[in-house]
């Protein structure tokens, strides 16, 4: 089955420097991923839109300039949280989808990543 | 702005048990799914339905999508201990976008 990894999965950093995430779909090409942050014991909100070529496409409330998305290739799509705060904290996870899909396919999740601000 | 709203928002129940769990929305979807997520991990899909009055069983679970496509439901039979999980509905409507809903924790006591 379809597989997307996501790297690392999880991180500690300083307060006002820049993570990166990876996510990587391992067995398919992924021409749209998407990123969700999560907080404890909430559901998924959707960040934006990962497009391979082209920019990201940001759900309403999200800054673009804090949270930097580049999909330079058709398998790996990347998160940057620049000058990251404490209010970043978060699990965040990404997902692909396959590019030949039909109504009824789900996405495929990665396994998240823990990000702690200090 | 489209929402699912799932109820109820957590669940504690004895092993053996059965119960439902909601998924409701004022939006049609075209298609909808349940995940289970354990803590730490990503979402695991469980089910994909895409006809309104759709019916599926996955073992000790049936779903059922609203002939509206507008709501579903997840109903568990002789719940068992790993059933515990956050369980997850997720809609799409014409993009490959899905909106999550609220979520159900649910915890099944031994």
């Known amino acids: 089955g379809a597989v997307v990894s996501q790297h690392p999965s999880w991180v500690i950093c300083k307060s006002g420097t820049s993570v990166k995430i990876e996510c990587r779909s391992l067995?398919?090409?992924?021409?749209?991923m998407f990123w969700y942050r999560q907080f404890p014991k909430q559901s998924l909100m959707l960040m934006a839109t990962s497009n391979e070529g082209s920019k990201a496409t940001y759900e309403q409330g999200v800054e673009k300039d804090k949270f930097l998305i580049n999909h330079a290739s058709l398998t790996l799509s990347t998160l940057t949280v620049t000058s990251a705060h404490p209010e970043d904290s978060s699990f965040y996870i990404c997902s692909a989808i396959q590019r030949s899909i039909s109504a009824g396919y789900g996405y495929t999740f990665g396994s998240g990543t823990r990000l702690t601000v200090v | 702005t489209q929402l699912l709203e799932q109820s109820p928002q957590f669940l504690s129940i004895q092993e053996g048990e059965n119960l439902t769990v909601y998924c409701n929305s004022s939006s049609v979807f075209s298609s909808l799914q349940w995940y289970r997520q354990e803590p730490g991990e990503g979402p695991v899909l469980l089910v994909t339905v895409v006809t309104g009055g759709e019916v599926k069983k996955l073992k000790r679970l049936t779903f059922q999508f609203g002939d509206a496509r507008k709501d579903s439901s997840l109903h568990i039979t002789a719940a068992q201990p790993g059933d515990t999980g956050l369980y997850l509905c997720a809609g799409v409507s014409g993009t490959y976008k899905y909106i999550f809903g609220t979520g159900t924790r649910l915890k099944v006591l031994a």
């Open positions: 067995d398919f090409q992924a021409t749209t």
